[in-house]
């Protein structure tokens, strides 16, 4: 099991586990301005095969948390878990103090690894994403680095 840097060559089979996981899944270009941009793209491989990935926009002292998922096969072992806890720690030697996220908030099984991680509502987003019967909101989940200077220091 290792996690390592996404590459475009991984792009085809990403987007297989994208589009098995959602119902509006993000295209190809995407995934492609996130590695353009220099974000903190991994892929999560056993035994050669990738399984997951996670995808994190690193700022001013704000990280977020784009996308992060694992083929459907495999849910429900703990992966989930791992890949955002290997983001979380990576963020942890960044100068970040918070991370935040959106989430449907019919995606009940992300919203519980989420508030298990120690992520928190801070609000929602009106119509952020398409649903079939028109727009769902977005929830904006939180958390704060443990360590980290907060308030930061002006
Ligand atoms: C969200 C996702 C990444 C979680 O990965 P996973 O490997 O299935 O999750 P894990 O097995 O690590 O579970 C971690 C925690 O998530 C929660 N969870 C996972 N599956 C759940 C389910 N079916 N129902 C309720 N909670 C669930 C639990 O809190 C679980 O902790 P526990 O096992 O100690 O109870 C995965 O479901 C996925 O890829 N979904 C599709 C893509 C997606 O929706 N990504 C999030 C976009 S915001």
């Known amino acids: 099991m290792i996690y390592r840097v996404m590459q475009a060559a991984d792009l085809p ?3 297989e586990i994208e589009k098995q996981a959602y119902e ?10 996130c590695l353009g941009a220099g974000y903190r793209c991994r892929i999560f491989e056993i035994d050669g095969v990738i399984q997951g990935y996670s995808l994190v ?9 784009l996308n992060i998922c ?3 096969t ?3 072992k703990g992966y ?4 955002l806890q ?8 960044c100068e970040v103090d918070m991370v935040l996220l959106e989430v449907r908030p019919s995606n009940r099984s992300a919203i519980a690894l989420y508030e298990s991680l120690g992520f928190n509502e801070l609000g929602r987003r009106k119509g ?7 727009r769902e909101d977005a929830l904006i989940m939180a958390r704060q680095l443990l360590g980290a200077d907060w308030p930061p220091a002006m």
């Not at 926009?57 to 948390?65: C, D, K, S, V």
């Open 128 to 134: 952020y994403y398409p649903a079939a019967d028109g």
């Open 74 to 76: 495999l849910r429900g």
């Open 57 to 65: 926009l690193i700022g001013a002292r704000e990280a977020h948390i």
């Open 13 to 15: 089979l990403v987007m």
């Open 24 to 33: 509006y899944p993000w295209s190809v270009g995407n995934f492609r301005d």
């Open 86 to 93: 290997e983001q979380l720690d990576a963020l942890a030697g």
């Open 80 to 83: 989930g878990r791992l890949l």
């Open 70 to 72: 694992i083929r459907a």
